[in-house]
């Protein structure tokens, strides 16, 4: 599976931008896609994941109410619908995948087994 991901860019506060990652390869495989995030001199954390089959989504406290996870299956692709970003957004933008089937989807790094390039957001005040 490898995992295309493309949307980033320079916005001011308060704008908007949409991330798209395109899985190809054996992507039928798939259970669950997410995003994380890592920002220059910290840790890759986790924004936001969607489960393929049933669109169960779960969302880091910090974008809960500005950014949207959603998916279309029939074009192996998951999108991040970011809006009213603020400066402390500013990261690079990493897609994620997995095969495992979980209860709920995992938020965790090391959950996902898939991983695209980064795409970098840059969040301007």
């Known amino acids: 599976v490898q995992l295309q991901a493309s949307g980033g860019g320079l916005v001011q506060a308060g704008g908007s931008l949409r991330l798209s990652c395109t899985a190809s390869g054996r992507s039928s495989r798939l259970y669950v896609m997410a995003w994380f995030r890592q920002a220059p001199g910290k840790d890759r954390e986790f924004v936001a994941t969607i489960a393929r089959v049933t669109g169960t989504t779960s969302y880091t406290d910090s974008v809960k109410g500005r950014f949207t996870i959603s998916r279309e299956n029939a074009k192996n692709t998951v999108y991040l619908q970011m809006t009213g970003l603020k400066p402390e957004d500013t990261a690079a933008y990493y897609c994620?995948?997995?095969?495992?089937?979980?209860?709920?989807?995992?938020?965790?790094?090391?959950?996902?087994?898939?991983w695209g390039q980064g795409t970098l957001v840059t969040v301007s005040s």
């Open positions: 994620a995948a997995s095969g495992s089937v979980a209860p709920t989807p995992p938020i965790t790094s090391y959950s996902y087994n898939y």
